[in-house]
């Protein structure tokens, strides 16, 4: 049954890897968020603008995500959806359109994470690829707005 899997986790848990895993194994589609607002934005304009493009982001890939379905194809939503508030814009935005979805909270061991995620901003800082990079600060910053997943329809994949 082709799907949306909606991959919720803090930065450098693995929603990347394992989006490009599922992606090799079955016929998906893999819609970022951070890829487009990379696009539409010159840098980051402070958390309430980046919520709010994440929102019109969400709504706009729920539609195309709508379409790809009927045409049995999957979609991966590769973003965090950070907050419950997030993940209930992105849930209600597919039922509305009839879509079926796996939410999956993509998690793995700090120790990992950070390893990770300081390869990551190595990696990032030698190319002209055009990425976040997230320093310590930033990480520590970024983390604090991340709510874990409580009561929520959602499995848990580990990444360590």
Known sequence: ?????????????????????????????????????????????GRAAHVDRAKRISKYY???SASLVDQEISVILDYGFWTKEERGLITAELTKYNVPYTMLYITCSEENR??????????????????????TV???????????????????????
Not at 119 to 126: A, E, V
Request: net charge negative; glycine share 2%; with cysteine.
């Open 114 to 135: 950070i390893q990770r995620l300081e390869k990551r901003n190595q990696d990032l800082l030698r190319s002209d690829q055009r990425e976040y990079v997230i320093p």
């Open 62 to 64: 729920a539609k195309l």
């Open 1 to 45: 049954m082709n799907q949306v899997y909606i991959l919720v986790g803090k930065i450098a848990s693995g929603k990347t890897t394992w989006a490009d895993h599922k992606a090799k194994e079955e016929k998906c589609v893999l819609l970022s968020h951070d890829d487009l607002m990379l696009v539409l934005a010159d840098d980051c304009e």
């Open 138 to 160: 930033l990480r520590e910053r970024l983390d604090a707005f991340f709510e874990e997943p409580c009561n929520e329809n959602i499995e848990v994949v580990y990444m360590d």
